[in-house]
């Protein structure tokens, strides 16, 4: 069996294939096992489970998937990768795999059935990382943990705290949908390609929206607002980036008592359903 975080393996498969590494797809190869060991371990696959994985590359993460897991769907949305895969993972007999563009992707026809225990594993493209998660928070699938390979600062992002450089829109939109724990960090010596910055795993699971608007619409703009230009004030941000005037959110952010000269990043995503449920009012 191909050893697929050896470097000189990786070279001759890809040899054999005439395959180059593909930037457009972010294909950045793990070559360190104990990475990837503790990505597996941080999935926390169980033997009952079934996993979804994006952008499997050569295979080296759905190997260690497959091997925990009762079964492993994973998308590649490189065609050219498809013969490549059918060899490295031909031993394994519980990996489904899909030949699509997983943004384009219709959930509903990866096959899980409603009675099963989802997780959800991968190393994913760096320049599709951030639509890749909101498409699952924001989808049906049931999956009870979603573990990822992502750029360090996309990690930072998601896990930040009000008032800090990382937090911003996605932070408040991944935690309307999920809890985020950063497990750890991956130097760039772990991939071949090296890529030029470090990565870190990071892990969320999904729960109850954390807060209520009463319009998920209204709120969503909102935050996306406030984040538009982080040097200006709240109310500066969201006057010219909302429909609603000036005076209108200036009442809607004295209803919430919060103070409109204040930036958007000190705000919680309370805060934010606050002032979203004021603007709700209005209409």
């Known amino acids: 069996m191909i050893k697929l975080t050896s470097p000189s393996e990786i070279d001759s498969l890809m040899r054999r294939y005439d395959l180059r590494f593909h930037k457009r797809f972010g ?18 696959i ?6 979804l994985e994006i952008g499997p590359g050569i295979g080296t993460l759905t190997r260690a998937l497959s091997e925990r897991a009762k079964k492993v769907t994973t998308v590649e949305i490189d065609t050219r990768l498809i013969p490549v895969l059918n060899e ?3 031993e394994y007999n519980n990996i489904k795999l899909i030949n699509e563009d997983f943004l384009r992707l219709d959930l509903s026809d990866l096959g899980f059935s409603s009675d099963e225990s989802i997780k959800v594993a991968a190393n994913l493209p760096y320049y599709v990382t951030t639509p890749i998660i909101m ?8 999956a009870e943990r979603m573990t990822f390979l992502v750029q360090k600062e996309v990690g930072e992002r998601l896990s930040a705290s009000p008032g800090t450089k ?8 991944a935690r309307f949908y999920a809890d985020c724990e950063k497990c750890f960090d991956v130097p760039a010596s772990a991939f071949m390609p090296k890529p030029r910055v470090d990565s870190t795993v990071i892990a969320l699971t999904k729960r109850p929206a954390a807060y209520a608007p009463a319009d998920k619409k209204i709120f969503f703009t909102i935050v996306k607002a406030a984040f538009s ?3 200006k004030t709240l109310i500066n941000s969201l006057t010219g980036n909302t429909p609603y005037d000036r005076d209108t ?7 919430a008592s919060i103070d409109p000269g204040i ?10 359903a606050a002032i979203a449920d004021g603007l709700a009012d209005t209409e």
């Open 27 to 44: 294909q950045n190869f793990l070559i360190d096992d104990n990475v990837l060991n503790r990505i597996a371990d941080a999935a926390e």
């Open 46 to 51: 169980l033997p009952t489970d079934a996993v």
């Open 88 to 90: 490295t993972l031909s």
């Open 135 to 142: 498409k699952l928070l924001e989808s049906d699938l049931s």
């Open 166 to 173: 990382a937090y911003g829109s996605l932070t408040v939109a």
């Open 229 to 231: 230009n982080r040097r």
């Open 249 to 255: 959110l200036l009442t809607a952010l004295s209803q």
């Open 263 to 272: 930036r958007g990043e000190r705000l919680t995503g309370e805060d934010f």
